[in-house]
């Protein structure tokens, strides 16, 4: 007797719903990694203190995150999870030798005082959170924009809590004096958190606002097509019925 030979499903390729010209702002606003969604914060709250630090751990993150993502995405699907973590974070481990000796040369002082959180950044969220999760699921070029819309999102709310504090602080900015004032309170990790959060309160005000208010608009739109439609039709028919009394 014949066997039967089994058949093999398929394989799907997953792909996430992404809209090139809106998706792609995620990482500046919708999904940004310190205001929004929180998850790579602890760089910017703990180490981000004046606006130097701010820059060197903006330029260590976008070399780092995006050299490991690129590299990581030639990796086999077929790799067990868990190997896959350990090899990026060994390809992080690569690429953090060359940017901290540049950055050594660039700022030489400010990375010594950034300490363990520079080495901490092999290990940030936004590579082994969001590379399975959206990256990976797309095209090398979408992958290639988002991810840098999702570093540049990090950078500017880095650089900028870096120079809010160091004013704050110190009343300098990079290292020139602007004002009168010294709280150096807020050079504490404390201080990091209290201004974040102001920052990611007013950040989510300003975007829920513009949403809604996007939504009413797309709203009173729909409502306008529908009246215009109705009206085209009601129109139409008016002309069907008044023809053949024309006729007679």
């Given at each position: 007797m014949a066997t039967a030979k089994q058949i093999k499903p398929k394989k799907i390729k997953q792909k996430t719903d992404f809209k090139f010209t809106r998706d792609l702002l995620d990482g500046l606003a919708k999904q940004n990694v310190v205001l929004m969604t929180g998850?790579?914060?602890?760089?910017?709250?703990?180490?981000?203190?004046?606006?130097?630090?701010?820059?060197?751990?903006?330029?260590?993150?976008?070399?780092?995150?995006?050299?490991t993502i690129l590299t990581c995405s030639f990796i086999?699907?077929?790799?067990v999870y868990t190997l896959r973590v350990i090899i990026y974070a060994l390809v992080g481990s690569v690429y953090y030798i060359p940017t901290v000796l540049?950055?050594?040369?660039?700022?030489?002082?400010?990375?010594?005082?950034i300490g363990i959180y520079m080495p901490l950044l092999i290990a940030n969220a936004l590579i082994f959170s969001k590379t399975e999760s959206r990256f990976y699921l797309?095209?090398?070029?979408?992958?290639?924009?988002?991810?840098?819309?999702?570093?540049?999102?990090?950078?500017?709310i880095c650089v900028l809590t870096g120079g809010f504090r160091e004013v704050i602080c110190f009343g300098t900015f990079a290292g020139v004096k602007?004002?009168?004032?010294?709280?150096?309170?807020?050079?504490?990790p404390f201080g990091g958190f209290i201004l974040v959060g102001i920052?990611?309160?007013?950040?989510?005000?300003?975007?829920?606002?513009l949403r809604n208010r996007r939504i009413k608009q797309n709203e009173e739109l729909a409502r306008?097509?529908?009246?215009?439609?109705?009206?085209?039709?009601?129109?139409?028919?008016?002309?069907t019925i008044s023809e053949p009394k024309q006729l007679q």
């Open positions: 998850i790579v914060n602890a760089p910017v709250i703990i180490a981000a203190t004046s606006f130097k630090k701010g820059v060197v751990i903006a330029i260590a993150f976008a070399i780092i995150s995006f050299l086999p699907k077929k790799i540049l950055l050594e040369r660039i700022f030489p002082l400010t990375v010594q005082l797309e095209s090398k070029q979408k992958m290639v924009i988002d991810v840098i819309m999702f570093i540049i999102g990090f950078g500017v602007i004002l009168d004032i010294s709280i150096s309170a807020f050079e504490a920052m990611a309160g007013m950040f989510r005000a300003l975007y829920n606002y306008a097509e529908a009246l215009r439609k109705a009206q085209s039709e009601k129109l139409i028919e008016e002309e």
